[in-house]
């Protein structure tokens, strides 16, 4: 499934990275806490979280991750933008709770 599919498909606002809506997503992966993300995280996983500053980019591009999407209407910090347009990682957002929007990322990846 590419992020394209599930942004359509979970009516996600795109906030930048649109480069990398073809990114493959082979998993999901939840958290705040950027060091969980960091040591536990997969390769071309989604990540959710209502992180929204510019430390995200430098983990989601260390674990080359398909996309980041924010939760409950947080909106990324402008250089958190600049650095998801640079590296081609979008960056995409819901006002959805981490628990419904994880929910439904599952349903779509599993199916």
Not at 28 to 45: I, P, R, T
Not at 68 to 90: C, L, W, Y
Request: hydrophobic residues 35%.
């Amino acid at each position: 499934m590419k992020v394209r599919d599930i942004q359509e498909k979970l009516q996600l606002q795109l906030f930048s990275g649109g480069s990398g809506l073809d990114n493959e997503i082979t998993g999901g992966y939840v958290s705040d806490l950027l060091s969980d993300v960091m040591g536990n995280s997969d390769s071309g996983e989604a990540w959710v979280t209502l992180q929204t500053h510019k430390n995200i980019m430098a983990i989601a591009s260390l674990k080359e991750l398909s996309c980041i999407i924010i939760v409950k209407g947080f909106k990324p910090e402008q250089e958190t933008i600049d650095k998801s347009d640079e590296d081609g990682i979008p960056i995409l957002g819901s006002d959805k709770s981490t628990f419904e929007i994880s929910g439904e990322l599952y349903q779509l990846i599993k199916k």
